[in-house]
Nanobody
Framework: QVSLVESGGGLVQAGDSLRLSCAAS????????MGWFRQAPGKEREFVAT????????YYADSVKGRFTISRDNAKNTVYLQMNSLKPEDTGTYYC?????????????????????WGQGTQVTVSS
């Protein structure tokens, strides 16, 4: 079974930066698309960014495009989310996700289905 553990969240001011990490274990990390999602209080979970198995293709929500960067280090079984120019609207719990099937397009993972693998989340709070 796969295990995903997020870290790097915290309390920051608007304009600050954070780097989130997601450490994966349990199966061959390099064969699967990975993604980041977030959920604000009282809101549904939303897509943030995804990356394919090799790191050659990435996708971003319009709300974070130009500010966030998703990347991966397959040798370390880790995916990252670099968040710059943070806004109060970025506040929420950030979840790491993994596609249950290998070598698929990262577009598929954008849907954030319950059948995907999920971490427990890390809290990001951005104050004004």
């Amino acid at each position: 079974q796969v295990s995903l553990v997020e870290s790097g969240g915290g309390l920051v001011q608007a304009g600050d930066s954070l780097r989130l990490s997601c450490a994966a274990s349990g199966r061959t990390f390099s064969a699967y698309a990975m993604g980041w999602f977030r959920q604000a209080p009282g809101k549904e979970r939303e897509f943030v960014a995804t990356i394919n198995w090799s790191g050659s293709s990435t996708y971003y929500a319009d709300s974070v495009k130009g500010r966030f960067t998703i990347s991966r280090d397959n040798a370390k079984n880790t995916v990252y989310l670099q968040m710059n120019s943070l806004k109060p609207e970025d506040t929420g719990t950030y979840y790491c996700a993994q596609d249950p099937l290998r070598y698929r397009s990262a577009v598929i993972l954008m849907g954030g289905r319950e059948s995907d693998y999920w971490g427990q989340g890390t809290q990001v709070t951005v104050s004004s």
